[in-house]
T-cell receptor, first 112, second 114 residues
Framework: DTGVSQNPRHKITKRGQNVTFRCDPI?????LYWYRQTLGQGPEFLTY????????KSRLLSDRFSAERPKGSFSTLEIQRTEQGDSAMYLC??????????FGPGTRLTVT | AQKVTQAQTEISVVEKEDVTLDCVYE???????LFWYKQPPSGELVFLIR??????QNEISGRYSWNFQKSTSSFNFTITASQVVDSAVYFC???????????FGAGTRLTVKP
């Protein structure tokens, strides 16, 4: 399967801990996106990369959040000092420039 | 600012009925892109269609059809002869630039009963 993959699929952590998620995009896609989805809502844009450059960040991406795509391939999203409000599904998508985005299965984060 | 409204929170139909999911959008740009995605119970968003603002032709793909009307800022999605496997949450989304961030609606949960 050559779709977008995300790891882990589920993460349970205690408030105050740091967590890191990984996204592997479709190999030929040069754009990679992160979204957050809470129950009953549509995905909300967080940030996106074109190759290794982070080109846009949403106001939703507080200082506790950081994303990287060091070699223009996979990306990581780290949340420091997690809060209960961070509990959500974190979605990754990839695309070619000018084309539709394809989503991964998501990482469900639960902060206790 | 871009905004997408899906006024129908939940729809329930019986198999073989036709169903239309509404999507109304707001944007100040003249160039924009509209999308529909399906999110089945498994959770993974599945791309269905992309439309750019210069192409108002309606599209049909099997049992799916889309009606894009710029005059009413709507991009509605119709499923003909619905099936149980169509049960999912359907999202309409808008992008004001070429495949940059998308603004999603809140989604419509469709339940198709046998």
């Amino acid at each position: 399967d050559t779709g977008v993959s995300q790891n882990p699929r589920h993460k349970i952590t205690k408030r105050g801990q740091n967590v890191t998620f990984r996204c592997d995009p479709i190999s030929e896609h040069n754009r990679l996106y992160w979204y957050r989805q809470t129950l009953g809502q549509g995905p909300e844009f967080l940030t996106y990369f074109q190759n290794e450059a982070q080109l846009e960040k949403s106001r939703l991406l507080s200082d506790r959040f950081s994303a990287e795509r060091p070699k223009g391939s996979f990306s990581t999203l780290e949340i420091q000092r997690t809060e209960q409000g961070d509990s959500a599904m974190y979605l990754c998508a990839s695309s070619l420039i000018g084309y539709e985005q394809y989503f991964g299965p998501g990482t469900r984060l639960t902060v206790t | 600012a871009q905004k997408v409204t899906q006024a129908q929170t939940e729809i329930s139909v019986v198999e073989k009925e036709d169903v239309t999911l509404d999507c109304v959008y707001e944007t100040r740009d003249t160039t924009y892109y509209l999308f529909w995605y399906k999110q089945p119970p498994s959770g993974e968003l599945v791309f269905l269609i992309r439309r750019n603002s210069f192409d108002e032709q309606n599209e049909i793909s099997g049992r799916y059809s889309w009606n894009f009307q710029k005059s009413t800022s709507s991009f509605n999605f119709t499923i003909t002869a619905s099936q149980v496997v169509d049960s999912a949450v359907y999202f309409c989304a808008l992008s004001e630039a070429v495949a940059n961030d998308m603004r999603f609606g809140a989604g419509t949960r469709l339940t198709v009963k046998p």
